[in-house]
Every structure is written in C-alpha cells, then in structure tokens.
C-alpha cells in the first residue's frame, strides 16, 4: 500500500502547516514514519518507492523550514520519476518544486519552469482538473514566464496557510477515508475515486 503510505503524507505534511507547534510535532512523527516505510520498500524496489520516499522526504524537510533540503529532494523525486515513467509523481514532484522556488524568491525562471513540467506530466496522466487548477493559480508563469505572487514560507516556529496547497477538499475527504476505512481493498477504491475526482483524471493505477 505504498501509495496510500505517500497520500497520508502528504495530506498530513500540508496539514502541518496549519497548526500550532504541540500538534505539528506529533504530525511531523507521523510523516516520518511514512518515509521510514517507503525508505525501506525503495532499497527492494527503487523503481517503484524511492521517488515517492524523496517526495515525502522533501515535505518533511519543508515542514520544518528546511526549505533547500526540501528543494534537493523534490528535484531528486523528479528525476527518479521522470526514470521509472511515473507521471503522477512526476507532476507531483514538479509541483512542490515550483512552489518552493516561488516561497525562496531567489529566481523566476526555475520554478515556472518546474511548474511547466508539472503542467505537462499532470497533462500526459490525464489530470484534466489539475491542469485547469495549475493554468488559473500560475497561468502566467507557465505560459509567458512572469513572475507569479509569492506564498508564506512556513517554518517550524510559525504557521501558515498556503492557498497554493494540495486542494483542501481532497485533503479532507482523503483525511477522512484514511480515518473511516478499515479494509484495504475499499481504502483504496475510496482514495483513487478521490484523487480521480479531485484531479480530473481519466485513468490512474495504484
């Protein structure tokens, strides 16, 4: 269930950004124990797992505002997703790229050019509503390169609310499928409907 083990993280890592210290702590022991598993599922199975622990390890780093740490791991998750044609988590990792580079405000061009390429994986997935959703917050970025508004940084002292986060309704009602299913097989039937229907797809897999 490797994928459900990268969706709880990442749903937890946005939601830390949201909460004062005391619960951001416990969801930062969580989200480790998420990379732990996939840390130890990649050594067996790179092409299938390690894109996915550099992605949460990216998270947790950025969590913590350690937002370069988090930059290098997200540009690692590409490549290996890139390598093994994981388009989702290509997207994915494109995605938090760009936004990181956009929080950092160091250069322009590398994060409308990570949110180019999470435009196109996201488009050759099939992800028609995430590539509307990415059109609308950085239209201007992806097609002519102008400089898009810049989000709070979070950091481990400080909370934020960053409207460029996973979309809020897939984060709860992913929450709560994480939280109400017990059985795997409908665990997983219910967190694809999700992100099919959170994103537009018109296909995906586990």
Do not use: C
């Not at 269930?1 to 210290?21: G, K, Q, S, Y």
């Amino acid at each position: 269930v490797p994928t459900v083990v990268l969706v709880d993280a990442l749903i937890h890592a946005e939601l830390a950004h949201t909460v004062d210290n005391d619960v951001r702590a416990d969801l930062v022991t969580r989200i480790q124990g998420a990379l732990d598993r996939l840390t130890g599922w990649a050594v067996h199975a790179p092409w299938n797992h390690a894109a996915k622990a550099q992605l949460v390890e990216g998270v947790l780093d950025r969590v913590g505002g350690n937002l370069r740490e988090a930059r290098g791991h997200f540009r690692e998750a590409a490549r290996l997703a890139a390598e093994h044609e994981n388009l989702l988590e290509e997207g994915l990792a494109h995605e938090l790229l760009g936004r990181l580079w956009i929080e950092l405000e160091e250069e322009d061009e590398p994060g409308h050019q990570a949110l180019r390429r999470a435009h196109q994986a996201f488009g050759l997935w099939g992800a028609a509503a995430k590539v509307e959703q990415l059109e609308a917050r950085y239209g201007e970025a992806i097609v002519s390169g102008r400089r898009v508004s810049t989000v709070a940084t979070a950091t481990a002292g400080t909370t934020s609310a960053d409207p460029d986060a996973l979309d809020l309704l897939s984060v709860v009602k992913s929450s709560q499928a994480l939280a109400g299913e017990i059985g795997k097989a409908r665990l997983l039937e219910n967190l694809m409907r999700i992100v099919m229907e959170n994103m537009g797809a018109t296909r995906g897999s586990w």
